[in-house]
């Protein structure tokens, strides 16, 4: 690939304005009436008002792609040996140089707009942990000229990782075409429903009693009008009900379509997606964790699915860091060693559980939301004017929740454990839905112990293993376990 | 193996500044809920509770957090405990240190104390209330150990490539 600098795709000046031209749709469609009336009068003298925010919208169109069109122009991008330097030239100066050294994911993405225009995005990630939760560069190119660039990319960071000479860098990148999983349509509608959360299924049953309750009301004497009025209420909760959980399911779909795994040499290819292709490379040495993730329908029909921690997928809201859908714990195992056999996913029957002290410590830990829940019962009872059956209400839901909440920590006591294994180590967590993550000791980046006064009395800490990751992966904490953990994880790390 | 050290006594002026700062601006608040609301008896009672609790957090507290205050600085390793309800250990090996500063506030300045940020990876370890020239020797010493991993590391890879190149 050419070393002289160059631009960007011009389509990503359409991309950029993408939501300023939605935005002057709008404002247009609400004023189509009166441009129109405006043009229709040949000859009549329009109003002010009229004419001045048309020329304003219009003005402001103006700027913003005029604008657009000369960050594109202004910004160069170029590669050398060692780094990719980004220059902005418009009235903020930027120059900016990221060392090949560093980089840690090199992605393809097509959404719509880029699969009809025949170019890809490339997001290329570095080993930063202030920038864990973003994209570090992004790049719309040509088809031809987007493999080019990636591969370059990919060809210098093996070569600057001494890995690998020039000519094997080369045949490293070969055809991808057959993937080592994949994913049929069955397979990923099935996902989606064991990946469905707790609170989403509550959510649709208490939507779906509402419903129930509103037809309840709801008399066969009364006249139409009156049960259209009367029902409404019920259609509105189940409309809401069907297209919530019906929307997340059409998401999920889109989102890992045509999923599809492949181990090569020392790195991971995915490739998922409909509307939005995606295909992520991942070196193995840049994974800094697996999780098992087992939500509550997967616990009770058996089924895990994994993700990959890794400084790059997974980092942006829309993104995926999955290995492998949901399958059953024996195919997990099976495709785990295919794809990465240095983490081992039967892991359950040596985690070990929290000590039976630990139980009565979560249990008052989970006091904390009875005090306010106590104030708002004793609030709704005290506030009455008087005393009569409907009191009873808020008792009955108090008890429910309450017993929610000991059964919720009894479930999250007996679901935390512990593997403090030679290569890596296991920290299972979560209450209705279950995490198992497996973390290499070369990833730990440093060591926490935490006691609170109680965990103090019982000789027992709450462990926080930090790795670099995106928020929400970084720090790992495990349950309450003895001191003498502390110095077993740290001698392997 | 190495003892722990403790801190300098002044660190627990220095900690009874800082938290002086939030019993001013408790009493600001106070001040002007007791002129417009001093009828209200709940709240003169609440009032009254976090003024007597504050006290004791700034009396009390920063002898439990200064006798609880232990650090040590080993060939491989740096160990911070600290904490005065919620105790903490944390534990950083010296070969993942990216970046280390050392940093004074005003109140620090005051008393003039410093702390030593390290920075890896994962996050940020600091090592608080530390005289001036105490934590620049801290900070020297870290960096020529960061050096010599460093140089390590660089001849154990030339010694790598170079297995790597040789004809077998």
Request: charge should be positive.
């Amino acid at each position: 690939m050419t070393r002289e600098k160059f631009r960007c795709h011009p389509s990503i000046i359409v991309e950029n304005l993408g939501a300023a031209f939605i935005a002057f749709a709008l404002i247009s469609i609400n004023s189509f009436n009166e441009f129109l009336s405006v043009f229709s009068e040949i000859g009549s003298i329009p109003s002010k008002g009229v004419i001045i925010t048309f020329v304003i919208v219009l003005t402001l169109m103006g700027g913003i792609i005029f604008w657009q069109y000369r960050v594109w122009y202004k910004t160069l991008i170029s590669i050398t040996d060692g780094t990719i330097e980004i220059e902005r030239n418009t009235i903020n100066r930027k120059h900016k140089s990221y060392g090949i050294k560093n980089i840690s994911n090199v992605n393809l993405e097509q959404n719509i707009l880029e699969q009809i225009l025949r170019t890809y995005k490339i997001k290329i990630d570095t080993d930063s942990l202030s920038t864990s939760n973003e994209t570090d560069i992004k790049i719309v190119l040509g088809k031809d000229q987007a493999l080019e660039f990636k591969a370059e990319i990919m060809r210098l960071v093996a070569i600057n990782k001494n890995i690998v000479d020039d000519e094997e860098a080369e045949m490293q990148f070969a055809s991808t075409k057959d993937y080592d999983i994949s994913y049929s349509v069955k397979d990923i509608v099935m996902h989606s429903f064991y990946e469905l959360p707790l609170s989403s299924i509550l959510s649709v049953l208490i939507l779906v009693g509402i419903a129930l309750v509103f037809f309840g009301a709801v008399d066969t004497d009364d006249n139409v009008m009156d049960i259209v009025v009367k029902s409404f209420g019920g259609m509105l909760a189940l409309f809401i009900a069907l297209t919530t959980s019906a929307a997340r399911g059409v998401l999920s779909f889109l989102r890992f379509f045509n999923f599809r795994a492949k181990r090569f040499k020392n790195k991971l290819i995915i490739s998922q997606g409909l509307l939005k292709k995606r295909t992520y490379e991942i070196p193995i040495d840049r994974i800094n964790a697996i999780k098992i993730i087992e939500p509550a329908i997967s616990r009770i029909f058996n089924k895990q699915s994994i993700e990959l921690v890794n400084v790059g997928a997974g980092d942006e809201k829309e993104e995926g860091a999955f290995l492998l859908l949901s399958k059953s714990k024996k195919e997990i195992d099976s495709f785990m060693e295919t794809l990465l056999p240095e983490f081992v996913t039967s892991t359950d029957e040596n985690l070990e559980g929290q000590p039976k002290e630990a139980r009565m410590i979560v249990i008052i830990h989970q006091l904390v939301y009875v005090i306010p829940l106590t104030v708002a019962l004793m609030a709704s009872i005290l506030l009455r004017e008087q005393i009569n059956i409907a009191v009873y209400i808020p008792v009955i839901v108090y008890t429910v929740l309450m017993l929610f909440l000991l059964i919720s920590a009894l479930i999250k006591f007996k679901t935390a454990g512990l593997n403090v294994g030679n290569d890596y180590i296991a920290i299972a967590s979560g209450t209705y839905k279950k995490t198992t993550k497996l973390i290499k000791y070369d990833k730990i980046q440093y060591l926490r112990a935490d006691q609170s006064p109680l965990a103090r009395l019982k000789k027992l800490q709450r462990y926080r293993l930090f790795i670099l990751a995106n928020q929400g992966n970084n720090i790992n904490e495990t349950g309450l376990f003895y001191k003498d953990k502390f110095q077993d994880i740290y001698e392997r790390m | 193996m190495l003892e722990y050290r403790a801190l300098n006594k002044k660190a627990i002026n220095c900690m009874r500044m800082a938290a002086l700062i939030g019993t001013v601006i408790l009493l600001v608040i106070a001040i002007v809920l007791v002129i417009f609301l001093r009828d209200v008896i709940w709240l003169m009672l609440l009032l009254g509770a976090l003024l007597a609790l504050d006290a004791v957090y700034v009396i009390a507290v920063p002898i439990i957090r200064y006798k609880r205050y232990k650090y040590r600085i080993t060939e491989d390793e740096i160990d911070v405990i600290e904490g005065f309800i919620w105790v903490k250990r944390e534990i950083v090996p010296i070969e993942r240190l990216h970046k280390i500063e050392i940093a004074q506030g005003p109140i620090d300045r005051l008393y003039k104390l410093a702390k030593v940020e390290v920075t890896t990876a994962g996050g940020d370890v600091t090592i608080r209330f530390l005289e001036r020239d105490v934590a620049e020797r801290i900070a020297d010493s870290l960096k020529i150990r960061i050096n010599t991993i460093a140089r390590k590391e660089k001849v154990e890879d030339a010694d790598d490539e170079r297995k790597v190149q040789m004809p077998s």
